[in-house]
C-alpha cells in the first residue's frame, strides 16, 4: 500500500482497526503534534479519525477494533493522518465534527473546537450553587458554535437560552446546531459585543468561554491553535480584555439569586492580580480542567466599583 507522506514509518499491510489506530498514534507522537481540541493524546486523536473515516460509532468499539476495514477506509483514515499532520488540523476540523456535553456538533474553522470543562457544570446544573428548578433565563457569553448554549438548553428543559457572539460567521454554524439539537424555540442567536445585544435582559444564569489568550500567549501556541478564529482566541496584552468587560456588566443583569460562570483558562492568576479584592470561586473539576470562577450577584454587586475600574 502506497500512503502519502510524510510518514515515519510504512502503515501496515490490511490492518485491523486497532493497528490502524496505534499506527496513526505512533506518527502522531514522531510528528510531536499538539492535542487538546477535544482529545487528550495521540492515541484519542487517531482513534477518533479512523471512527470517523471509516463510519464507525464509538459505541461499538470493542466490537470493532480486531475487524480489518476495507481498503478504500484505510486510504481515507492514512490521507486524514498526512493531514492532521502536514497541515497541523485539529482532528476535530478534519471530522466536522466534534463532542460535547455527550452531544455532537458540527464545527469549521469559524469557530473553536469545543472543549470547555463547562460540561461538567452543565451536567450538574450549576448545583450546590444554582438551584436547577429556578433557571428559566440563560446568556451564553462569545457562543461559538452554540455547545454550552444549546447544552445548557438541553440541560434546562424550560430555560430560555440567549447566544452572543461578535462573529456573524460563528453564529452561522451555531445556528445549524440550534437547528440540529432542535432547540430553536429556545435558543436565540445574537450577534454583538458582550452585553450589546441583551441590554435590558435579565437571567439566572450567565456563562461565558470568552477570548482569554494574551498577545505574548498566541505567539507561543502551538501550530494547530492557528487553524481556530484569532477573535475567539486572543484578548489583548493581558488576555483579559473581555473579561474586563464580562466583570463590569454582569451584576446588573442577574436576578437576584443567580450567577455568573466564566471561563479564563491560565489567566487565573492574571486576573487576581487585576482584582485582588475580588473573592473568585475557582472552581475545580472531576474530569479535568479548570480556569473557571464563580461570583454571585450579590458579589459582583458590592465590588462593582472594583470591577467596573481599570482592574
Known sequence: MTEAQPFHRSAPESPTVAELIRYGANEFEHAQLAFGHGTGDAVD?????????????HDDATAVYDTRPP??????????????????VPAAYLMGRMWFAGLEFEVDERVIVPRSPFAELIAAGFEPWIDPEQVTRVLDIGTGSGCIAIACAR??????????????????????NV?????????????????????????????????????AEMEALPDEYGHEPDLALRAGGDGLDVVRRILAGAGER???????????????????????????????????????????KHQLERHRADLCGAG
Open 45 to 57: 486523536d487517531a482513534a477518533a479519525l479512523v471512527f470517523h473515516c471509516l463510519g464507525l460509532s
Open 71 to 88: 481498503p478504500e477506509g484505510v486510504r481515507s483514515a492514512l490521507a486524514a493522518f498526512a493531514a492532521r499532520i502536514e497541515r497541523r
Open 155 to 176: 440541560r434546562f428543559e424550560s430555560a430560555r437560552v440567549d447566544a452572543v457572539d461578535l462573529s456573524q460567521a460563528a453564529l452561522e454554524v451555531a445556528a445549524r
Open 179 to 215: 437547528a440540529r439539537h432542535g432547540v430553536a424555540d429556545r435558543v436565540r442567536l445574537l450577534q454583538g459585543d458582550v452585553f450589546e445585544p441583551v441590554r435590558s435582559e435579565h437571567y439566572d444564569l450567565i456563562v461565558a468561554n470568552p477570548p482569554y489568550v494574551s498577545d
Open 254 to 296: 442577574l436576578e437576584p439569586l443567580g450567577a455568573l460562570f466564566v471561563e479564563v483558562g491560565d489567566g487565573d492568576v492574571r486576573l487576581q492580580h487585576a482584582f485582588p479584592r475580588v473573592p473568585f470561586l475557582w472552581l475545580e473539576f472531576e474530569h479535568g480542567g479548570g480556569g473557571v470562577f464563580l461570583l454571585t
